[in-house]
């Protein structure tokens, strides 16, 4: 598995990000009626730099031109720390809502609507405020049904999380006379 260059993750921002979770019944162009289709819910982000030159450059050339996925978490995000060592409470769960538990406090908010979170190498966002009960369990609302069931006591990684991306648009980059660099490109989480 490889990862994003090193060299270049403080310099990345996040241009956009796209959730996209189009569930709404289209019309059939064929049938005369309208017909529901499913969508696998996507979250593609689109990735800017600024103008790069020497090594760093070359990174980016290097990560361009390979065709495997990598693993990415949010450019800039700091997540937050000290809230106990939060595991999934019970396996077989998939959809927007994961149990959990394990959790530092009981009785009290413990993350707030919006964060980024990991649970099972697949990255996500809050929808809703993480309030745990008195056994320190709480019930995490997710924004992109989580595809890949957990085991039981799974860590969920709320600092640092990290996801598997494809880059999903064509990898180009341009070069001034100077020879630096510029290119920006589109990722999109995958699932395996």
């Known amino acids: 598995m490889i990862t994003y260059p090193a060299s270049l993750v403080g310099k990345t921002k996040l241009d956009t990000y796209n959730f996209d979770a189009n569930d709404?019944?289209?019309?059939?162009?064929?049938?005369?009626?309208?017909?529901?289709?499913?969508?696998?819910?996507?979250?593609?982000?689109?990735?800017g730099l600024p103008p790069l030159s020497g090594d760093e450059a070359l990174d980016l050339v290097a990560f361009l031109v390979q065709r495997d996925n990598f693993m990415l978490g949010p450019p800039g995000y700091v997540g937050p720390t000290g809230l106990g060592n939060a595991l999934v409470r019970g396996a077989d769960q998939a959809g927007t809502s994961i149990n959990t538990d394990n959790w530092t406090d009981a009785n009290t908010q413990v993350m707030r609507s919006a964060l980024w979170i990991e649970i099972n190498g697949q990255i996500n966002i809050l929808t809703a405020p993480v309030i745990t009960d008195g056994s320190r369990r709480a019930s995490l609302n997710l924004a992109i049904p989580q595809m890949i069931s957990p085991p039981d006591n799974q860590p969920i990684n709320y600092s640092t999380p990290q996801g598997l991306w494809r880059v999903t648009t064509e990898r180009r980059w341009s070069i001034d006379e100077i020879m630096t660099y510029r290119t920006s490109f589109q990722i999109t989480q995958i699932f395996t």
């Open 24 to 47: 709404n019944p289209l019309f059939g162009k064929y049938s005369n009626r309208f017909q529901n289709v499913e969508y696998q819910p996507v979250l593609s982000i689109t990735l």
